[in-house]
């Protein structure tokens, strides 16, 4: 006998979204700088006012200060939107806020390529800090 899908629990890996939170560890090479490349090709969240899905490729670039953003905690963070309703614009400057507040970074760039909905493509980009 299988049970009903309304009585199963979450999945693994949504359960490990829901408790999403940016992790960091000491930098290395503090006093150094150097940048940090990262690519998250499958951000999704949702339009606020048609419900449909968003998908946009994250490059996220940055100068660590004290700290450096952990990789793991950092996908599941941006998995953390993919139902959340709310606009390109607002997106990606709450995500680079969190990013700061979490690493606080020398400098931080972060570009959203969102996929084109509507014969309409936008990109965002916001940034943190000066650039060494």
């Not at 090709?41 to 200060?65: I, M, N, R």
Request: aromatic share 10%.
């Amino acid at each position: 006998m299988t049970s009903s899908s309304s009585t199963q629990r979450p999945a693994y890996g949504e359960r490990a979204i829901a408790e999403a939170e940016l992790i960091c560890f000491d930098n290395p090479r503090q006093g150094r700088p150097y940048d940090v490349a990262i690519s998250l090709p499958e951000f999704t969240c949702k339009c606020p006012f048609s419900g449909y899905p968003d998908f946009a490729k994250l490059q996220l670039t940055y100068q660590p200060g004290p700290r450096v953003l952990e990789l793991k905690a950092l996908k599941l963070y941006v998995n953390s939107w993919r139902d959340q309703s709310i606009s390109h614009e607002e997106v990606v400057n709450r995500i680079l806020d969190d990013l700061v507040a979490a690493a606080a970074p020398q400098w931080m760039e972060l570009v959203a390529d969102f996929n084109p909905r509507g014969n309409v493509h936008t990109v965002i980009t916001v940034r943190h800090g000066e650039r060494q």
